[in-house]
């Protein structure tokens, strides 16, 4: 199974807002975006598309014009910040965030949820789609939390380096399953 996965466009949020789980809506951008992907995607075929529920994930998934149902799974939604969603970062108490910035494969910023949560929830994704997509090409939108969380789990990396990957908004990742082990076949593209 071939998985392509891309991270939704840009959002009508201003700069250094915390959000995750907070259903944003795309920015104006998006129609420049969108064309912009179509292009990196012209030719390609894919056997099911599934996107995070969120408006910005759902939006693109059905502006990309594919001829799939799109399934919405909750599993690819981003990281759930809890007390911190959709607080300016600068407004979180540093002493909190520098304690879970050390540790966020583990530690849950209030009332939300920890990355090796989030990992889990693209693993169980992903399991699922290997049974029910054997030699398939999967194109999924989600966020840029779930697809460093997957490159991860590819490469059999901990969490601690989920930030040396650059995800961009409106970016191309793909990983095919089909061998013995996972292969990155490119990020961010």
């Known amino acids: 199974m071939k998985l392509t996965l891309i991270r939704h466009t840009r959002l009508q949020v ?5 959000y995750g789980h907070s259903d944003i809506d795309v920015s104006a951008s998006f129609m420049d975006e969108l064309e912009r992907l179509q292009n990196k995607l012209s030719g390609e075929q894919f056997d099911a598309v599934y996107a995070s529920p969120l408006q910005r994930c759902s939006k693109l998934a059905h502006a990309l014009g594919f001829d799939y149902q799109i399934v919405h799974d909750d599993r690819l939604k981003e ?3 809890g007390d911190w969603e ?5 407004d979180i108490p540093r002493e909190l965030f520098d304690v879970w910035a050390q540790n966020y494969a ?3 910023p209030p009332n939300g949820e920890t990355f090796a949560a989030l990992q889990q ?16 090409h ?17 490469l059999n990396m901990q969490l601690k380096g989920l ?3 650059q995800v961009d908004h409106a970016s191309v ?8 082990v996972p292969r990155i076949e490119f990020v961010n593209r």
Request: with cysteine; charged share 15%.
């Open 138 to 154: 999967i194109l999924v939108v989600t966020h840029g939390g779930m697809i460093r969380a997957l490159i991860a789990h590819a």
């Open 121 to 136: 929830r693209g693993i169980a994704f992903i399991d699922e789609c290997l049974q029910n997509h054997v030699n398939q």
């Open 173 to 180: 990742t793909r990983i095919d399953f089909s061998g013995t």
């Open 79 to 81: 990281l759930h910040f």
């Open 106 to 108: 583990d530690l849950a």
């Open 163 to 165: 930030f040396r990957f």
């Open 14 to 18: 201003p700069d250094g807002v915390c």
């Open 86 to 90: 959709m607080l300016a970062w600068s």
